[in-house]
């Protein structure tokens, strides 16, 4: 889930990967219109699995502050209303979630994006934030940390050369006479 929710800088909302073109992503809006729609490599396309937040230590990946924000809401959408809520009254609510993130680096229209995607994923019953993996054996250090795959562009595929061999010479059926001119007698 964590690799195909995106999120493409310049648009609005959420997107899912649905399928790779030959030089871009189909991508679906998680939205009521369910739009399907080119992402071009120009784009900026960002894997919410990529995106961490600021704290006072650490950062902490954007999944964990997801679920920590289902655990306070119980599942369900966000109490806050995002469009009439003070920046005081987004901090307030945010340290509910994650009590050391940053107050300087984290802006309010951070928290505010954050709780509007939170709200997306939970209109589009998308509530696995966390891997099953992670959940099954949290206990257990891992012996070495493998880089997930990120979402890229695919590349066009290298055209072959082809290695053409010289043309044999023709035989000499055409082969090219000259005529030679022959002076005619002028009439008298």
């Not at 369900?76 to 945010?94: C, H, P, Q, T």
């Not at 880089?147 to 055209?159: D, G, I, L």
């Not at 290695?163 to 008298?188: I, M, Q």
Request: net charge positive; glycine share 4%.
């Amino acid at each position: 889930m964590k690799q195909t929710i995106l999120s493409i800088a310049g648009k609005p909302g959420l997107y899912k990967l649905i399928s790779q073109g030959k030089n871009n992503l189909i991508v679906e809006a998680l939205d009521a219109t369910h739009k399907r729609q080119p992402a071009f490599g120009s784009e900026r396309i960002t894997s919410l699995s990529d995106i961490a937040m600021f704290t006072e230590t650490d950062d902490v990946p954007l999944m964990d502050v997801l679920e920590s924000l289902k655990t306070l809401e119980q599942g369900k959408k966000s109490a806050l209303d995002l469009k009439k809520a003070s920046g005081d009254d987004l901090r307030e609510y945010f340290a509910k979630v994650l009590p050391n993130f940053d107050r300087e680096r984290v802006h309010t229209s951070d928290i505010k994006k954050l709780l509007q995607w939170y709200n997306i994923l939970i209109e589009n019953n998308i509530t696995d934030f966390k891997d099953e993996e992670e959940e099954a054996q949290p206990d257990e250090a891992p012996a070495e940390e493998k880089p997930e795959p990120k979402v890229s562009m695919p590349k066009a595929p290298k055209a072959e050369a082809k290695v053409r061999e010289p043309k044999a010479p023709k035989a000499d059926s055409k082969a090219k006479t000259t005529k030679v001119k022959t002076a005619k007698p002028k009439a008298k």
